[in-house]
């Protein structure tokens, strides 16, 4: 008897890919860029959403409140320096439950963020400050890793050539290079 089709068959898994697809879903047309919040007034109670390289992270830690309803008890804070590839720059600071979860999720320097939800502020001549209080229900959400520190890291590394037809896999790639050549990681 004779066979006229084969008969084995072959098993794809993810980690027999050769590539890793970006997972993120921004909309651009939700995200401010730091340049139109210096030329705005902010409303009380605004909002914004940002994609921005990491450039310095420091916390969580903890400190007392001095003033307040909660004074004497201990929160959490986490402050970040964030910039874009126009050079600008602004601080963020994230107050108690935001401050551990993002913490816990391991943003480090270099990082390429999305953050929803943030509440901006501006005194004249004086950088953006954006502030994360678990009261306005941010997000962040680590969309690329430019400095790998261990194996895992790998997973945080998608190639954005694969998206080059999208207007936020194209906006994370230049963002990603700039901080590759600010940092002096690219010749």
């Not at 072959?10 to 139109?36: E, G, M, N, T, W």
């Amino acid at each position: 008897m004779y066979q006229t089709q084969e008969t084995t068959s072959v098993s794809y898994s993810d980690a027999s890919s050769i590539a890793r697809f970006p997972h993120f879903q921004i909309s651009l047309h939700k995200v401010s860029s730091l340049a139109s919040l210096y030329s705005e007034n902010f409303a009380r109670g605004r909002k914004v959403n940002i994609l921005l390289a990491t450039l310095e992270v420091e916390g969580p830690d903890t400190v007392l409140v001095k003033k307040g309803p909660d004074a004497g008890k201990e929160v959490s804070v986490l402050k970040m320096i964030l910039g874009d590839e126009d050079g600008s720059l602004c601080k963020l600071t994230a107050w108690r439950d935001v401050a551990d979860a993002w913490g816990a999720l391991g943003v480090k320097r270099g990082d390429i963020i999305y953050l929803g939800n943030l509440a901006p502020t501006c005194e004249p001549g004086s950088s953006i400050a954006l502030t994360a209080s678990p009261y306005n229900k941010p997000t962040a959400e680590i969309c690329f890793r430019t400095m790998p520190y261990t194996r895992e890291d790998n997973r945080l590394r998608p190639d954005l050539r694969l998206g080059k037809s999208d207007a936020a896999v194209k906006k994370v790639a230049a963002l990603a290079k700039w901080f590759e050549r600010m940092a002096g990681l690219v010749v």
